[in-house]
């Protein structure tokens, strides 16, 4: 096994491969990436990114999701460079895979070994969960790769401690945790990986120095966000499902949290494909010298601390724990399962684990990138209005947490152009997330309209059918969608 110095040495020649497959990746996850329609979560960041920066702050330091402020705030500059779009909302996603590609195969050929390295970037991109979280316009991919560059920077501060890599550590820490507090949990699992290793316990106090000065700046968003924990009352409190969220949806099932007719056989086959690698690589690891066995710690710690941390708080104070939180650990069961895969003795044995990872990806690829795999129909609802309404047709869209009229107009401009929602008030309330709507008692429907279409999640709740045959109107036409009904009605 070469030294770390000899792959140093070797270092130059593999940039410029892990740049390669890093571009590899954005291309790959580019594809289709505006086709699914936009979800709940997608139309939250939308709602927020796309207002000024007080606007932002007003919102986020009074009322809700003050952990993404960061992540709101960057949006916001990416919007104003290049609009708004589902195209626009989902690419930072898929570069930040790419990024994290780049950077879990440095680690892997500096660490380990140059193939070890490549196919780690190779299972990174065929995990589900990444090829997901690659096409939604939220946070996880742009965790996965700042949690894999901090352990690159860790791993070579612990190899030779100047003082700028520890400043980049702090760095990193800052802006990881900034972006999404829950990145501490990998923060205390290195921690945990720098006490255990016994040749980086004398690196214990620059790192912890590093940690704290990187956590410091994130203080504020932890209270805020701690003021702010009803918003993720919906939790479900943990029950027997852990087991198979934490070893089956957390990273190996991609489109099952959001569209129960993804073929679960494909999640647990691969399941049981990464996780058995997993444990051949740490056992290979162990057997190796101390710097692959750091490598096995580093990522043992970053896969296993976290989950556990989360489920443990879950389980003791209040319900956190969510799958998609988790998926920063991502590089770390990429890593360990090419570490299984490279200590295969026969090359074309390891060939064809490796193909065999990549197969049973397609399908959560393309499910990911095509049709309503996202568990919303927007842009059909968008489709029936551009072929069916006519100009000056009003549309209101049924009370949801998340369906909100404004997503509608604002993404899919030319499909609603020529339409006006008349319940909308007020396109945002200045310290709320939507905008000021009417209700149905209070509506006033101009003598103008005459056609409206009424939106509905699913079968729709019927709140507005009094009110519209008090004004007159009766359903003409229904069109049912695979998770919204459109409703006619004319006068």
Not at 21 to 40: D, K, Q
Not at 130 to 154: C, D, E, K, P
Not at 257 to 263: F, I, K, N, T
């Given at each position: ?11 130059p ?17 580019s ?11 997608e139309?939250?960041?939308v709602?927020?990114?796309d ?9 986020v ?10 992540y709101y705030?960057?949006m916001h500059l990416?919007?104003?460079a290049f ?27 500096r ?19 990444a090829?997901?979280v690659?096409t ?19 791993l070579?501060a612990l190899e ?6 520890w400043?980049?550590?702090g760095?990193l820490?800052?802006?990881s945790?900034?972006v ?20 980086w ?6 790192f912890?120095?590093a ?31 852990i087991f198979?969220?934490?070893?089956v ?6 489109v099952?949290?959001?569209d129960?007719s ?9 399941t ?6 997993v444990?051949?690589?740490?056992i ?13 710690v ?5 896969m296993?601390i ?12 209040e319900?956190?724990y ?15 399962a ?25 399908l959560?690829?393309?499910h990911?990138?095509?049709?309503n ?13 551009r ?6 047709d009003?549309?209101?869209v049924?009370?949801?947490?998340w ?5 509608l107009?604002?993404?899919y ?14 396109r945002y ?8 709507r ?18 509905s ?6 709140e ?6 008090a004004g ?5 036409r ?13 006068r």
């Amino acid at each position: 096994m070469a030294s770390v110095s000899d792959k140093r040495a070797a270092a130059p020649r593999t940039w410029p491969w892990a740049v390669a497959l890093g571009l590899v990746a954005v291309v790959v996850n580019s594809w289709n990436i505006g086709g699914p329609s936009l979800m709940g979560d997608e139309a939250v960041t939308v709602s927020l990114a796309d207002r000024s920066p007080g606007a932002i702050w007003a919102v986020v330091s009074t009322s809700m999701d003050a952990v993404h402020a960061a992540y709101y705030a960057a949006m916001h500059l990416w919007f104003s460079a290049f609009g708004v779009s589902a195209v626009t909302l989902r690419l930072p996603s898929a570069i930040a895979l790419g990024v994290a590609v780049c950077g879990i195969v440095l680690i892997g050929a500096r660490y380990a070994s140059r193939a070890t390295g490549f196919v780690a970037g190779i299972l990174l991109m065929a995990m589900p969960a990444a090829l997901l979280v690659a096409t939604v316009g939220r946070s996880y991919a742009i965790q996965i790769a700042l949690t894999t560059w901090l352990a690159f920077m860790l791993l070579l501060a612990l190899e030779r401690g100047r003082v700028w890599r520890w400043v980049v550590v702090g760095a990193l820490v800052s802006v990881s945790v900034v972006v999404f507090l829950f990145t501490a949990l990998v923060v205390a699992a290195f921690a945990a990986a720098v006490v255990l290793h016994r040749p980086w316990r004398t690196r214990i106090v620059p790192f912890g120095l590093a940690s704290v000065a990187g956590v410091l700046p994130a203080i504020l968003v932890a209270l805020l966000g701690y003021q702010q924990r009803s918003q993720v009352s919906w939790i479900e409190p943990i029950d027997f499902g852990i087991f198979e969220d934490v070893l089956v949806r957390q990273w190996f099932s991609g489109v099952m949290y959001v569209d129960s007719s993804y073929p679960s056989w494909i999640a647990y086959a691969t399941t049981a494909l990464f996780l058995g690698l997993v444990v051949v690589g740490v056992i290979h690891a162990v057997r190796e010298g101390a710097v692959m066995r750091g490598l096995a710690v580093l990522c043992t710690a970053w896969m296993v601390i976290p989950p556990v941390l989360l489920v443990g708080v879950s389980l003791i104070a209040e319900p956190l724990y969510s799958p998609q939180y988790l998926t920063m650990c991502a590089p770390a069961v990429a890593l360990l399962a090419a570490l299984g895969i490279s200590s295969i003795g026969r090359r074309w044995i390891a060939l064809t684990l490796v193909a065999v990872l990549v197969a049973t990806a397609v399908l959560p690829y393309v499910h990911a990138r095509t049709g309503n795999s996202h568990g919303a129909d927007w842009n059909e609802v968008a489709n029936v209005l551009r072929q069916e309404a006519a100009n000056g047709d009003a549309v209101i869209v049924e009370s949801d947490p998340w369906d909100q009229p404004h997503i509608l107009f604002d993404l899919y401009p030319d499909e609603t152009d020529g339409l006006r929602d008349i319940t909308l008030t007020g396109r945002y309330n200045p310290v709320a997330l939507w905008g000021d709507r009417s209700t149905p008692e209070d509506l006033k429907i101009g003598a103008d309209v005459r056609r409206i279409w009424v939106v509905s999640r699913g079968q729709g709740t019927g709140e507005w059918e009094a009110t519209l045959e008090a004004g007159g109107f009766s359903a003409v036409r229904t069109v049912d969608l695979p998770f919204s009904t459109l409703t006619l009605y004319a006068r």
